[in-house]
Structures are given as structure tokens and as C-alpha cells.
């Protein structure tokens, strides 16, 4: 079955512990991104990449970090969490770039206190 | 740059009713664009998608929406909802040179009442 999976689904951390949250599609796609969804403000771009070593910000970039060593895995990092990075996290993954359909993963409910 | 603008962030409607989801786009150049929807707890899905052609779009689950180029608007639209139609429904733009990824816009909640 095609998905894209994230991981933890839910996470409490405290501020400045650093933390990352798995992403890992299983359909060859090239185009992987980050989001977060925040009430009120829709889903906001954090960073993408279009190919493996290949990563470049989005809209809201600061106090994250990504890497793609492998074409399947797309990890957000986050060094040093603050509260007001208390959101919900999306990866997406699809074809291309903007033409083919997004994937989704189920979402990271991320809470930093 | 692209941006889209949802202008409903709730809209309300009876089951058996029909519903419509406005979306404005604001965009220098020629843009795909994208309805996706997401049920609770859960991630976004692709209801339908315009890249060229016919300007209705048919979609999953009953939906369709139009491509409105002068007045640079794509409208989803249902003629009678269902209960499992309650959902937050996203407007997406991209542009056809592919510069950016998706821009969405900040997303209408569909209630449905019994």
C-alpha cells in the first residue's frame, strides 16, 4: 500500500530538547516537504527537498533542520524546541514538484512546554 | 509568488443540502490547482485537481469544481452533503513553472447538520 509514514503520531517534549520526527515513503517519489498546520493559518511549508541531498526552505524554515541521505526518508529535526513550535506536523511526498498529487502522512501532534 | 485566500473558515449546512467552497488565487502566472480534504485526525487527501482542459473538474465523492480564469477562482462544490462529508477542506495552488510547491490556503471547515 502506498503512505507516507510519520513518527512518533504524538509527542510532549520539553524546551530545548532536541527532537526529530521521522518521515518515510514507500512510492519512489522524488519531491518530499514538511508542513505545519496551525488554527487559523492553514498548512505553511517548513522545508522541502527534490531529490536525495538536495533540501531548501520553505515559507517558515526557522529552528528547523532536514536532511535526505535516502531517497525514502525525510526527517524534520529540531535542535532546540520552543513552545511557539507547538503544532501539528505534516510530510508530504509526491512526483514532482507543484504538478502530481501529495501525499500525506498522518500527521506529528508536537506539544513543547 | 502565489497566494490563496479560502473566505469561509466555517460553513454550515443541512445534510441533503448543497454546498459550495469558495477559493481565490493570486498569481503572476498560470497555476495548477488542487482541492484536498481532511477528515479528523487524519492527514490530507486529494479530492481533485485542475491542470488544463475542461474547467470542471470532477472529483471523489460527488465533488467538482470550477476553473474560473477571470475571475481567478476554483469553487468546490457538492450538490447534497452527507454527515462523512464534515471535514476541513483545503484550496491548493501551484505554479505551472513549478518554482514552488503548494501554497494552500487556510482551509474551510464543512459542518454538516442532521
Known amino acids: 500500500e502506498a503512505q507516507v509514514t510519520q513518527n512518533p503520531r504524538y509527542l510532549i517534549t520539553v524546551t530545548g530538547k532536541k527532537l526529530t520526527v521521522t518521515c518515510s515513503q514507500n512510492m519512489n517519489h522524488e519531491y518530499m516537504s514538511w508542513y505545519r498546520q496551525d488554527p487559523g493559518l492553514g498548512l505553511r511549508q517548513i522545508y522541502y527537498s527534490m531529490n536525495v541531498e538536495v533540501t531548501d526552505k520553505g515559507d517558515v524554515p526557522e529552528g528547523y533542520k532536514v536532511s535526505r541521505k535516502e531517497k525514502r526518508n525525510f526527517p524534520l529535526i529540531l535542535e532546540s524546541p520552543s513552545p511557539n513550535q507547538t503544532s501539528l506536523y505534516f510530510c508530504a511526498s509526491s512526483l514532482s514538484q507543484g504538478l502530481d498529487e501529495a501525499f500525506f502522512g498522518q500527521g506529528t501532534r508536537l506539544t513543547v512546554v | 509568488a502565489q497566494s490563496v485566500t479560502q473566505l469561509d473558515s466555517q460553513v454550515p449546512v443541512f445534510e441533503e443540502a448543497p454546498v459550495e467552497l469558495r477559493c481565490n488565487y493570486s498569481?503572476?502566472?498560470?497555476?495548477?490547482l488542487f482541492w484536498y480534504v481532511q477528515y479528523p485526525n487524519q492527514g490530507l487527501q486529494l479530492l481533485l485537481k485542475y491542470l488544463s482542459g475542461s474547467t470542471l473538474v470532477k472529483g471523489i465523492n460527488g465533488f467538482e469544481a470550477e476553473f474560473n480564469k477571470s475571475q481567478t477562482s476554483f469553487h468546490l462544490r457538492k450538490p447534497s452533503v452527507h454527515i462523512s462529508d464534515t471535514a476541513e477542506y483545503f484550496c491548493a495552488v501551484s505554479d505551472r513553472g513549478g518554482a514552488d510547491g503548494l501554497t494552500f490556503g487556510k482551509g474551510t471547515h464543512l459542518i454538516i447538520q442532521p
Open positions: 498569481s503572476s502566472v498560470s497555476v495548477y
